[in-house]
């Protein structure tokens, strides 16, 4: 069975910076194909892509955010991380991380319940 | 700066069809970008209805089905249930391992 658990703080302060884990199991992120992307949503708006990171340690992201994330990955422990630096207010939200399956990568399977983070001083 | 468009909201009676679209807000959507579809509920993780267009995501109920009718993607929903009432939101792979979600519709099921 396919799980994913994210964590990390549920407050920072503004210009702070984030790091959020996701740790999962029933797979490997050294398995050929295997992906695992992290996702937004803001309370009450739509979801965000943000990044995703490939077993081959390919990373990818967002065009509007790339230049304040890193997508790093644990392979011996299960876990990737994502940082997010100078957090704003506007990057209150709850944050998922979600499996993408091996083939041509196009879509999650499965995601996790995501963990929310306020920015607030 | 691309825009996936969806209609805000839809209201469906018990029984019933509907048919959400995903379109973009320069050009066609094609089978090319793999729309997948999701299923939110309140407080809930988003759960995987379609993806590569048209295929079903293990246990999903064959009353979903997604299709590209014209130039957009689109997610049907046969003989709605109680609960179905969910937000929808589809996914454009656009290449080069980015993606990107688009701005949901609400179902209301009454």
């Known amino acids: 069975q396919v799980t994913l658990k994210e964590s990390g703080p549920a407050l920072v302060k503004p210009t702070q910076t984030l790091i959020l884990t996701c740790t999962f199991s029933g797979f490997s992120l050294s398995t050929s194909g295997m992906r695992v992307s992290w996702i937004r949503q803001p309370p009450g708006k739509a979801l965000e892509w943000l990044a995703r990171?490939?077993?081959?340690?390919?990373?990818f992201y967002s065009t509007s955010l790339k230049t304040r994330l890193t997508i790093s990955k644990d392979t011996s422990k299960n876990q990737v991380v994502l940082t997010m630096t100078n957090m704003d207010p506007v990057d209150t939200a709850t944050y998922y991380c979600?499996?993408?399956?091996?083939?041509?990568?196009?879509?999650?399977?499965?995601w996790g319940k995501g963990t929310t983070v306020t920015v607030s001083s | 700066q691309t825009v996936v468009t969806q209609e805000p909201s839809f209201s469906v009676s018990p029984g019933g069809t509907v048919t959400l679209t995903c379109g973009l807000s320069s050009g066609s959507v094609s089978t090319s970008y793999y729309p997948s579809w999701y299923q939110q509920t309140p407080g809930q993780a988003p759960r995987t209805l379609i993806y590569s267009t048209n295929t079903r995501s293990s246990g999903v109920p064959d009353r979903f089905s997604g299709s590209i009718l014209g130039n957009k993607a689109a997610l049907t929903i046969t003989g709605a249930q109680a609960d179905d009432e969910s937000d929808y939101y589809c996914v454009l792979y656009m290449g080069s391992g980015i993606y990107v979600f688009g701005t949901g519709t609400k179902v209301t099921v009454l």
């Open positions: 979600a499996r993408i399956p091996g083939g041509r990568g196009t879509y999650m399977d499965v």
């Open positions: 990171i490939d077993w081959d340690d390919d990373k």
